[in-house]
């Protein structure tokens, strides 16, 4: 139990399909991530949110759609999506704390996503 | 956030101490040093962070040294299960009251040998 759940664990879809992943953290924290990790690349972040509010979006393509509607969960819906696109997406969340220290990021075990 | 080295592979004998070296020499003040594992399948998990002072917690030691460019990840008794890639990032302490995500590199595969 990571204090962050992520489902489904495994997805296929169709490029034409629509789909949405799931994130819940029970850590009571207020700011939470997108991660994605395709195979023998580093981890690369997506989106952030605090106090949800997206702060942050890395250049990512807009058949990839965020949803924070409250500082519990976190959404990513996806539409149209290639092949390249299969890869382990990653939830994660923290503290965050004004000028205080951040806390450590606690991951989910991801979403396994093929797209055929 | 600062780049960090670390080497691509390591081996490890079991009950033996893990050393994992990091090299982080643009390394600016306000950036922590974290450490995080990812066991294959599943997220990354957060084992320990440290500024400038050395810090110890039930997983694992971490050594700084004293102009901060590098570190090292210290695990004690290294068992089978602790075999996982380790990555080591400087990463923003201090936001502003903004969040801000770490920036994850290739890491170091540790294999702990039976």
């Known amino acids: 139990e990571t204090g962050v759940t992520q489902t489904p664990r495994h997805l296929v879809m169709g490029m034409t399909n629509k789909k949405s992943l799931k994130c819940e953290q029970h850590l009571g924290h207020n700011a939470m991530y997108w991660y994605k990790q395709s195979a023998k690349k580093p981890l690369e972040l997506m989106f952030v949110?605090?106090?949800?509010?997206?702060?942050e979006n890395n250049s990512v393509p807009s058949r990839f759609s965020p949803e924070c509607p409250n500082s519990s969960h976190l959404f990513l819906h996806l539409h149209t999506l290639q092949p390249e696109d299969s890869a382990l997406y990653l939830c994660a969340s923290s503290q965050v704390r004004g000028t205080y220290p951040n806390s450590p990021l606690h991951f989910g075990n991801g979403t396994r996503l093929t797209v055929t | 956030d600062a780049k960090t080295t670390q080497p691509t592979s390591m081996d490890c004998a079991e009950g033996r101490a893990a050393n994992l070296p990091c090299n982080h020499s643009?390394?600016?003040?306000?950036?922590?040093v974290y450490w995080y594992r990812q066991i294959h399948s599943q997220g990354p998990q957060y084992i320990i962070h440290g500024l400038k002072n050395n810090e110890t917690n039930e997983m694992a030691s971490l050594i700084i040294t004293e102009d901060r460019k590098s570190s090292t990840l210290i695990l004690p008794h290294a068992t089978l299960r602790d075999t996982a890639v380790y990555y080591c990032i400087a990463g923003a302490a201090y936001s502003g009251g903004g969040a801000d995500g770490l920036t994850f590199g290739k890491g170091t595969h540790l294999i702990i040998q039976p």
């Open positions: 643009t390394i600016s003040g306000n950036e922590y």
């Open positions: 949110y605090s106090l949800e509010e997206r702060v």
